[in-house]
């Protein structure tokens, strides 16, 4: 599978975004698929996850009730809104995809296809 992530840009702190991941090749609804993050300097850090179906997500504590993840099967499109954005927020947003059961993991060894990221910036 293929995975091309798209929304990112510049927005003010307290401001809104959705992030986009398209996704192309063998069957999307058969997949769990995730956001990661990483800061200039910083490792890679889980974001959000959403399983096969979308029934079930999870979020990284410093997320939770200002991050929302969905996906559209028929689109073959994940999403990931984000609200009151902060500064530390600031980051590559990466898409990626787990062909392993079709969970929503939290570990970025569980993935095993990832997008090329996209640039959230979040600045006054």
């Known amino acids: 599978v293929q995975l091309q992530a798209s929304g990112g840009g510049l927005v003010q702190p307290g401001g809104s975004l959705r992030l986009s991941c398209a996704a192309s090749?063998?069957?999307?609804?058969?997949?769990?698929m995730g956001w990661f993050r990483q800061g200039s300097g910083k490792e890679r850090d889980f974001v959000a996850a959403?399983?096969?179906?979308?029934?079930?997500?999870k979020y990284a504590d410093f997320v939770k009730g200002r991050f929302t993840i969905s996906r559209d099967n028929a689109k073959n499109t994940v999403y990931l809104q984000m609200n009151s954005l902060k500064p530390e927020d600031t980051a590559v947003y990466f898409c990626a995809a787990s062909s392993y059961y079709g969970g929503a993991y939290v570990k970025r060894s569980d993935y095993n296809y990832w997008g090329q990221g996209t640039l959230v910036t979040v600045s006054s």
């Open positions: 959403i399983n096969w179906s979308g029934a079930s997500t």
């Open positions: 090749g063998r069957t999307f609804s058969n997949y769990g």
